[in-house]
């Protein structure tokens, strides 16, 4: 019996372990994945999220994130581009997330990576290596349900499919993104292309199941289809994978914004909580604040219901318009309008990026 039992060593759960243990108290997690491993990410680390590994005592400069200040949205032949209101950071989650597991270790946290949490009964937890009892349980196992999980986060549809790849850019294409996130919206979805650590480079998409069925449902035809684009089928043509198969998620919802928790006890975290779209790059940040919210709320004793509230107030300004914007790129026609005022008003992307942010962490 621990303190705390934190299920999930993700962004989300790897902050409120360490925050729990930096506050005294006694803490499991439970990983299932036992090393390093790739995760569906544009790996778009806004200022908010580094504020938050800031406040952590984790340097994502030093870990070798790399710069990013402008945006360019690209639709059909037309590509618009801002500066950003501030510098993110291209890092990838293969050594971020791994660094943040690390760092909950030397916080003094029981970290059990490899072990697979199965079910929860209240406040048991089954996993593959036996059964834990905690006063509380974050549930911070990101897209991935539990059996017995009472959280309700799910329940809306899951139309889109995901993809994440590096690669290793031809060097014209390296420096054309240099600095850059370049995010290239088609019929059906969109796709951001961006530097990440040693001179590598990410590409992740997001796509609806139906178009990615009338494609053909691969990788590959994803990947031609691609190609075919303005602004982006250039950067990849001599493009070199560097994973031996992409990482993919068939089932994703967006705008789950936070809902009362059902269990006392029970603080579902990060994508268990809710889920902003991804096309503003700012889902990173939600989930350290869920860690942070819950952390302090545990740590002072205070209800699942009080976490709900200072978690829900928190973010669901950003999941709104990050969803409005979502709504805006899939529409044919308000995307057209939508590219056609940005390139009038280039500045106006500038603003965006700033209205879809949480507020800063200080
Ligand atoms: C396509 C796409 C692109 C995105 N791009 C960006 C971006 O550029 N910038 C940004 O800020 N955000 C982005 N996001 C959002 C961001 O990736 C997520 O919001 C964030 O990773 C959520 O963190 P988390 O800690 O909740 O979950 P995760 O990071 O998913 O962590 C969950 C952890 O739980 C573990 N786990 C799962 N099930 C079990 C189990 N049964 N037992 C034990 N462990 C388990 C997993 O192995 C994992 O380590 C993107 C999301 C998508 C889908």
Redesign the pocket.
């Known amino acids: 019996m621990t303190d705390a039992l934190v299920?999930?060593?993700?962004?989300?759960?790897s902050a409120s372990a360490i925050l729990l243990a930096g506050a005294g108290k006694s803490v499991t997690l439970?990983?299932?994945?036992s090393g390093p491993h790739h995760?569906?990410?544009?790996?778009?680390?806004?200022i908010q999220?580094r504020d938050h590994l800031e406040a952590l005592g984790i340097d994502p400069v030093a870990l070798g994130g790399t710069p990013i200040d402008m945006v360019e949205l690209c639709s059909g032949a037309r590509l618009v581009r801002s500066r950003l209101p501030f510098t993110a950071l291209g890092l990838s989650r293969y050594r971020l997330?791994e660094v943040l597991l690390e760092s909950a270790d030397r916080s003094g946290v029981d970290v059990r990576r490899g072990?697979?949490?199965t079910s929860m009964d209240g406040h048991r937890v089954s996993t593959s290596a036996g059964g834990h009892e905690a006063g509380a349980i974050l549930l911070?196992?990101?897209?991935?349900r539990?059996r017995g999980d009472r959280t309700e986060a799910d329940g809306g549809p899951d139309p889109f499919a995901?993809f994440k790849m590096h690669f290793r850019l031809p060097p014209s294409a390296h420096r054309a993104i240099a600095g850059t996130i370049r995010l290239i919206l088609f019929d059906g979805g969109y796709a951001?292309l961006q530097p990440v650590e040693d001179g590598t480079a990410n590409l992740?998409l997001?796509i609806r199941k139906d178009r990615l069925g009338e494609l053909g449902g691969s990788w590959d035809a994803v990947m031609a289809m691609l190609r075919t684009l303005p602004h982006c089928g250039d950067l990849l043509r001599d493009a070199e994978p560097l994973m031996e198969r992409p990482a993919t998620?068939a089932n994703?919802a967006y705008g789950i914004a936070p809902r009362p928790a059902m269990a006392e006890g029970l603080y579902p975290?990060?994508?268990?909580a809710c889920?902003t779209a991804?096309l503003t790059?700012?889902?990173?940040?939600?989930?350290l604040r869920s860690g942070f919210v819950a952390a302090s709320c545990v740590a002072q004793g205070e209800t699942v219901r009080d976490y709900h509230r200072r978690h829900a107030r928190e973010v669901h300004g950003q999941v709104r318009r990050a969803m409005a914007l979502q709504h805006i790129q899939e529409t044919r026609l308000l995307r057209q309008a939508g590219i056609g005022l940005l390139a009038a008003f280039p500045g106006l992307l500038h603003h965006l990026a700033q209205a879809t942010r949480l507020r800063r962490w200080s």
Request: aromatic share 2%.
């Open positions: 299920l999930g060593g993700g962004l989300a759960g439970i990983e299932r994945e995760k569906i990410c544009g790996e778009f680390l806004s999220g997330d072990i697979r949490v911070a196992t990101g897209k991935h539990i995901g951001g992740c997001v998620i994703l975290l990060g994508d268990r889920m991804s790059g700012d889902g990173m940040a939600l989930a």
